[in-house]
């Protein structure tokens, strides 16, 4: 942001605006993950209370804006703005990392690669333990050594045997050493694709319900970040003044505050799963948003303003709460990394769509209408998620004495 308050042309502030977010997306994630770790019984009413925060800034910066403009200018108002996001960093440094998140650093696993007694590289493949007790128990350990240094090839200088009076000989010739020169250059691409998709738990999008779930968050955060960017701008095109308008987004900011203060109550005491709650939300947000587009009075835009704060306030905090609970605490740092892919491309997108449809109808009320379909596209991709999830319960009960008993999935802990 500091950098932005140096920009005179369009590339500039596009460049410095790029940087704050992905600065901003570090801070995002990492605060969203480590709940995850820290908080188990109250995760909901915790996560809540964290992204409490991001509705507390919704209502003050708005305001701040306004005066730190009127007083300063805009060039001012980002090196102070600046200023003020400095204290993340200090903030980030009073996190201690979680016991439970080192626990398996000193215990081998698959493919892991450890140093020997006699100082090569072993690469562990699998390690099963048949007994566990102090008698003559048996432990059999299964290691598999693999010499991962592939032999290096000279092309330049391998000697071509064209003649040999042996036949059982293979005859290298440059058709040969070009064919393998390809498969050694495609087996080093398949290991480095296979390293990258593991490291980056790519294949979480092989599942059904995960490409549901990515495509549902991007489909909604197109109309939540579309409804946010243009939102004072929609008041304006009303004929609100622009302290006005900016009061109906700390509005928002309030409802936001409200709603996620309180849904962990409803959440952690099991009165509404956190999935249902949220198709709840995006069918009202866009019920809402929808409405919107008939009022032209203040009072009811303070009130609807009130009421899509409370809806779409718990769009972030709800979001890592259903993804820990569909693919487990093992890989839910890279499933919400990869979610938050989705949040990123909608940010791009959102606002632009948006306001290209203003350009091209000088109508903000057709730009929330697409908005508002947008949330309810993801409240009905959410609804095939929740009927997809009835029926995997379904399927992993297992009946024991006439009694229902779920099995435990692996990936959840």
């Known amino acids: 942001m500091i950098l932005s308050s140096f920009t005179t042309t369009y590339t500039q502030i596009f460049c410095s605006s790029a940087l704050t977010g992905f600065g901003v997306s570090f801070a995002y994630?990492?605060?969203?993950?480590?709940?995850?770790?820290?908080?188990?019984?109250?995760?909901?009413?915790?996560?809540?209370?964290?992204?409490?925060?991001?509705?507390?800034?919704?209502?003050?910066?708005?305001?701040?804006?306004?005066?730190?403009?009127?007083?300063?200018?805009?060039?001012?108002?980002?090196?102070?703005?600046?200023?003020?996001?400095?204290?993340?960093?200090?903030?980030?440094?009073?996190?201690?990392?979680?016991?439970?998140?080192?626990?398996?650093?000193?215990?081998?696993?698959?493919?892991?690669?450890?140093?020997?007694?006699?100082?090569?590289?072993?690469?562990?493949n699998s390690i099963e333990y048949t007994a566990a007790n102090t008698n003559e128990d048996k432990e059999t350990i299964s290691l598999e050594e693999q010499n991962n240094e592939l032999p290096e090839v000279d092309i330049h200088h391998q000697k071509i045997h064209e003649e040999s009076t042996d036949p059982d000989v293979e005859v290298q010739t440059p058709e040969n050493t070009k064919t393998n020169y390809i498969r050694r250059l495609l087996s080093y691409a398949a290991h480095f694709l296979n390293a990258f998709c593991r490291v980056f738990e790519l294949r979480l999008f092989l599942k059904l319900d995960f490409i549901i779930l990515f495509t549902t968050m991007y489909v909604l955060s197109v109309g939540y970040m579309g409804t946010i960017i243009h939102f004072v701008a929609r008041f304006e095109w009303v004929g609100f003044t622009p302290a006005k308008s900016s009061f109906l987004l700390s509005l928002m900011g309030i409802g936001g505050i409200v709603s996620r203060l309180t849904h962990g109550f409803l959440v952690d005491r099991h009165y509404i799963t956190a999935i249902n709650l949220y198709f709840l939300n995006l069918i009202l947000a866009a019920a809402f948003v929808f409405s919107l587009t008939f009022v032209s009075s203040y009072l009811w835009s303070q009130i609807l303003s009130f009421f899509i704060g409370m809806w779409m306030g718990l769009f972030p905090p709800l979001a890592p709460v259903i993804i820990k609970d569909l693919v487990g605490i093992k890989r839910f740092n890279s499933a919400f990394g990869l979610t938050i892919v989705s949040y990123g491309l909608a940010d791009f997108t959102g606002g632009f769509f948006v306001g290209w449809i203003y350009d091209l109808t000088e109508d903000y009320n057709k730009s929330f209408y697409l908005t508002s379909a947008c949330l309810l596209c993801g409240g009905l991709l959410m609804l095939v998620l929740i009927i997809m999830n009835k029926k995997k319960v379904n399927r992993s009960l297992k009946l024991v004495n006439g009694v229902s008993i779920p099995l435990k999935n692996e990936d959840s802990e």
Request: some cysteine.
């Open 29 to 124: 994630t990492t605060c969203s993950v480590i709940m995850g770790f820290y908080f188990r019984r109250y995760y909901v009413l915790a996560n809540g209370i964290v992204f409490a925060g991001v509705s507390t800034g919704m209502f003050a910066l708005p305001i701040l804006f306004e005066y730190l403009n009127s007083q300063y200018t805009w060039r001012q108002c980002y090196r102070i703005i600046a200023a003020m996001c400095l204290n993340i960093s200090v903030a980030g440094a009073l996190i201690a990392p979680h016991p439970s998140i080192d626990t398996d650093q000193n215990n081998p696993k698959k493919g892991e690669i450890t140093q020997g007694p006699d100082g090569d590289n072993h690469t562990i």
